[in-house]
């Protein structure tokens, strides 16, 4: 029997907090997300990311199919940085935080952190990531992020700051 709850008590939402807009993403830990002791293994926190960043953009309205087919661009990760701090484990419950720290003419910066809820309703962050996406056409080379990608990021962001 697990202490953990349902999934959907922690519904995707756009938020603001003490530092400004925050995209909240939850994620539960499975079984294909551990190592044989129960924890979770380091790729899989790039995946969990990865999640959060899609559904960043499905939120604004842009998904990665249309992105491509309407505009022949896509979002590749440039650079990514990860501080893992502590592990989560099988069966937690998590929510990752995505912020936009930055949006140029070819790129696109976010801020994500990990968090566990524990007893209490504290949290604990458990990883943080800097992640740099460039916006490639399909020879690969670096291209300007459409407008209508930038305004609408910058509009959703900006309305969960008021």
Not at 131 to 147: E, F, M, N, Q
Not at 149 to 159: D, E, P
Request: proline letters at 4%; glycine letters at 8%; charged letters at 25%.
């Amino acid at each position: 029997m697990s202490d953990a709850g349902p999934l959907d008590d922690a519904m995707p939402a756009l938020l603001s907090d003490d530092d400004g807009p925050v995209f909240r993403f939850p994620v539960r830990v499975y079984y294909e997300d551990t190592d044989a002791g129960g924890i979770v293994y380091h790729a899989a926190y790039l995946r969990f990311a990865e999640r959060a960043r899609t559904e960043v953009l499905r939120l604004t309205g842009v998904t990665h199919v249309a992105l491509w087919r309407d505009s022949g661009v896509a979002f590749a990760v440039r650079r990514c940085e990860i501080d893992y701090l502590i592990p989560a484990r099988l069966d937690d419950l998590l929510a990752v935080h995505t912020r936009i720290a930055n949006i140029s003419g070819a790129t696109l910066e976010m801020h994500q952190s990990i968090h566990r809820t524990g007893s209490g309703g504290a949290e604990a962050v458990l990883t943080r990531l800097s992640t740099k996406l460039a916006c490639i056409d399909k020879a690969g080379r670096a291209v300007r992020l459409p407008s209508a990608v930038r305004i609408a990021l910058a509009n959703a962001f900006r309305r969960a700051g008021n």
